[in-house]
């Protein structure tokens, strides 16, 4: 397994990565407000003060991305964290939240805040594992409903 930073040249292959487990759970894509930001990875994450990773295998295939997008100095927000489905169960999860979590320290932050959705039951239960706290937010994208912080 290897992570390596993602670009621009990597749009269509986030794209699809993403979209398709948002349709396998039936969540709407919505490439005008809320997935507008990985039609310019670079500018979002990678000279933003953040950062978006996919996880490959050894033969370099994708099997999941996620990115660490810049909220302000101190705080974070975990994107886009999304695993294809014949990797789910199998610790990779865990493998990507811990590396999204050292990045996020090695990137100075303070605080890691996420949205997500009930549907994503795995998800919120990995999250809370790792000692994600509810919180409310004044604004969830349209297809969250569920806010989580932690303090770093």
Known sequence: MNFRR???KDTDLVRNIIFKIL??????????KTDSDISDIDANY???KGIFELLEDDFGNALATVGLFNIDNET???RKMYLVKSRRGKGYGKLLL???LENAKELGYKKVVLETASVLKEAIGLYKSFGFKPYCTPHLS???????????
């Open 142 to 152: 349209d297809r969250c409903d569920k806010a989580y912080y932690l303090d770093l």
């Open 23 to 32: 349709h396998e759970y039936e969540l709407k894509t919505d490439t005008q």
């Open 6 to 8: 993602a670009t621009n």
């Open 76 to 78: 974070c927000e975990l």
């Open 46 to 48: 990678n000279n933003n």
């Open 98 to 100: 811990s590396h999204a």
